[in-house]
């Protein structure tokens, strides 16, 4: 059963910049669609970024267009979130999670695996 870790979370001043990483146990994240979510303290968890399973579709929340990248290597079966710019207001726990199929939404139900979180904390 295919299992997901982050990693990367840390400690940012606003304005920089971090690179989250999600694992994959088994070679079969390469066939699924992955995507990252947020949970700020007293808040609904939020869709931040999802990719096709390729890497060549991708689609971003408004609040992150622009400053986040998702990509993935498959090689590696890991996906990434490069967070630049970082804001006060991305301080969240952050999830992977990988879903079967790709549609340009952030939609949670179609994501039936999910790793434990990675602490995201922007702040001077």
């Known amino acids: 059963q295919l299992q997901l870790v982050e990693s990367g979370g840390d400690l940012v001043q606003p304005g920089g910049s971090l690179r989250l990483s999600c694992s994959g146990s088994?070679?079969?994240?390469?066939?699924?669609?992955a995507g990252w979510f947020r949970q700020a303290p007293g808040k609904e968890r939020e869709g931040v970024a999802r990719?096709?399973?390729?890497?060549?579709?991708?689609y971003y929340a408004d609040s992150v267009k622009d400053r986040f990248t998702i990509s993935r290597d498959n090689a590696k079966n890991t996906v990434y979130l490069q967070m630049n710019s970082l804001k006060p207001e991305d301080t969240a726990v952050y999830y992977c999670a990988a879903a079967p199929w790709y549609s340009p939404t952030l939609r949670e139900a179609d994501f039936n695996t999910w790793g434990q979180g990675t602490q995201v904390t922007v702040s001077s």
């Open positions: 990719i096709n399973n390729s890497g060549q579709r991708t």
């Open positions: 088994e070679f079969t994240l390469q066939y699924r669609a």
